[in-house]
């Protein structure tokens, strides 16, 4: 199992949780972004700067993922091919991204985008609170000790 970060758009707050986490699970993490990043010496932690473009980093994860791989990342259409491909997608708010609600989330995210070619000011995201980064962090550690109990043949 292998953590990818869509990390062109990912606070840094979360890649430190990220960061920590890693290091104290041992799982592989991997940030994806066509721009230079800095990541913290680890063997588990690896970084690769995709060339600019639409949505290269997106499918540069698409084309690594392997079924069970978690990837953190804001982008609706993204966590959708990541679902289908049988991999976990969480939001840097901490909210799962699942079967049973991305076709709500592709159908807003695409509502919202009409109205913005529109020219209506849909405004964006609120600032990430302390609230959201608990939330992530919450679920990244559920969702790794549950991995823990598979691993072990307790679950």
């Not at 890693?22 to 230079?36: D, E, F, I, K, S």
């Amino acid at each position: 199992m292998r953590i990818w970060v869509d990390a062109d758009a990912c606070p840094n707050v979360i890649k430190e949780i990220l960061f920590r986490a890693a290091a104290r699970v041992q799982v592989n993490l991997t940030l994806v972004a066509n721009q230079p990043l800095r990541t913290p010496p680890s063997r588990y932690i690896q970084a690769i700067q995709v060339p600019g473009g639409f949505d290269v980093a997106d499918s540069v994860i698409v084309q690594r993922l392997a079924a069970g791989d978690l990837v953190v990342t804001a982008d609706i259409p993204l966590a959708a091919l990541v679902i289908e491909k049988g991999g976990h997608a969480l939001n840097p708010r901490g909210e799962f991204y699942s079967t049973e609600n991305i076709r709500e989330l592709l159908a807003l995210r695409n509502f919202m985008d009409e109205l913005r070619n529109t020219g209506i000011n849909t405004g964006g995201p609120a600032p990430l609170g302390l609230s959201d980064r608990q939330a992530f962090a919450n679920q990244l550690d559920r969702f790794l000790a549950k991995l823990d109990r598979v691993s072990d043949g307790t679950e």
